[in-house]
């Protein structure tokens, strides 16, 4: 029994009611999106999480991806940027290190946070192979399904499994060749292993099994995009869309025949005009599912500010209909991101993410509608109070503080506003 299953049994729980609340729907709402598998509710029985629905109607979401790395391993510091993700605002967090025991600080991160926790167990399944054994093509079925056993009873509730990367997809990927290679550390990973052993993907070929683990635990899948693109000039190709068929397959036999929740991830690097078709082309390929796009990046010569290179191509997807947007950093393809990158990535994501709103549901835009008659009205504090980012908007204001306390130095004595408000009244 799942929240699916009651859902399709016409049952409305705590849960749905706790996210109808939060996003202004009605319950009913809520658990029509479930039983359709348009709605997701990420959910455990290991910790106690702020509950966050994520699909068609909703908020657009924000996830932020922390972790070590095998060069730079720091409890603390990832305990502490968990926490600064939630403090700025993001929805959800995927625990993604890989380095030192990586275990033991996920275990510190779900329980520092109430924020729905994500995490990749292949990671886990390849690294403990490479340790035990010395390669990662020395991993074994069983390595997977404890991994991602164990994960789950960490309290980790959503999973990006690597379903979608079988044996024709990298027949397609092989063929098509790449101009900027396999930036998917678990497509790389599993590509790796399944060339070399001459295997099919167990999450594949024994996909009904992985259903039946993360049935027991109540994990929600994600169906990861191993064959995410690292390149513009890579975006929409054969295998993505190869594997974009096999992980809606999936992402259907999952929702139906096990009634677990499911999201399908998306790309990736996508120029700006092919943003908008791949969000269209998912959701049509998946009925419906939650979608969630990494990114995605829309140039790849923003290094250093390829949060904002994300922001543009996340509003559009966004807009387009993606329900969940997975952050990017400033350090991105350059470190392991500090705490402030983190921060700053939530909170250019969150931009983008209304952004979106604003166009998928006209009411966001009442924040908007707001702030412009704050701005009329000169109203500083309002408009601190209704920005996304107050602390920030009102240091700069601070630190070039204007003679005249109404208008800011931008004009000075001349503040348009001023002007106007003084001389005639436009107000509506
Ligand atoms: S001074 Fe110029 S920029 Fe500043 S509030 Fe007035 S019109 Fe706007």
Not at 66 to 91: M, N
Not at 220 to 245: F, K, P, V, W, Y
Request: net charge negative.
């Amino acid at each position: 029994m799942t929240i699916v299953t009651d859902a399709k049994n016409g049952k409305i729980t705590e849960e749905m009611k706790v996210v109808a609340a939060n996003e202004g729907k009605d319950p009913e709402f809520i658990r029509r999106g479930i039983a359709a598998g348009r709605i997701v509710i990420p959910m455990t029985p290991y910790r106690d999480i702020k509950l966050c629905g994520i699909g068609e109607g909703l908020r657009t979401k924000v996830n932020a991806s922390i972790g070590s790395s095998s060069d730079i391993v720091d409890d603390e510091a990832e305990v502490a940027k968990a926490k600064a993700a939630e403090a700025a605002g993001a929805d959800t967090l995927m625990e993604l290190g890989t380095g030192g025991d990586f275990l033991g600080i996920r275990k510190k991160v779900c329980d520092a946070i109430s924020l729905s926790v994500g995490s990749v167990p292949l990671y886990q399944a390849f690294i403990t192979a490479a340790k035990r054994d010395g390669a990662i093509v020395h991993m074994t079925e069983d390595d997977l399904w404890n991994a991602t056993e164990e994960q789950a009873k960490l309290g980790t509730n959503f999973m990006a499994i690597h379903t979608g990367i079988n044996n024709i997809v990298l027949d397609r990927l092989k063929a098509h060749g790449r101009y900027g290679g396999l930036c998917s550390r678990g497509g790389a990973f599993m590509s790796t292993w399944m060339l070399h052993n001459e295997k099919e993907n167990p999450l594949y070929e024994d996909f009904d099994y992985l259903c039946e683990i993360l049935k027991e635990h109540e994990v929600t899948l994600s169906t990861g995009n191993g064959m995410r693109a690292g390149a513009i000039h890579d975006a929409t190709d054969r295998a993505q869309i190869q594997e974009l068929i096999i992980n809606s397959e999936c992402a259907q036999k999952a929702h139906d025949n096990y009634d677990l929740q499911v999201i399908v991830e998306g790309p990736g690097h996508v120029p700006l005009d092919e943003v908008e078709m791949n969000v269209k082309l998912m959701k049509s390929m998946s009925n419906g599912k939650p979608f969630y796009m990494l990114g995605p990046l829309v140039s790849d010569i923003g290094a250093g500010r390829d949060h904002v290179v994300t922001a543009i191509g996340a509003a559009t997807s966004a807009a387009a209909g993606c329900d969940f947007l997975c952050y990017v950093t400033p350090a991105e393809h350059l470190a392991l991101p500090n705490i402030d990158d983190v921060i700053e990535g939530v909170k250019t994501s969150k931009i983008a993410a209304h952004v979106g709103d604003m166009v998928k549901n006209k009411e966001s835009r009442d924040l908007d509608l707001a702030m412009g008659r704050a701005r009329r009205d000169l109203d500083w504090e309002k408009m601190y109070g209704l920005c996304l980012d107050p602390e920030l908007a009102r240091s700069i204001r601070d630190s070039r503080a204007p003679g005249d306390d109404d208008a800011c130095t931008m004009c000075g004595d001349f503040c348009a506003l001023k002007i106007v408000n003084k001389s005639y009244n436009l107000a509506k």
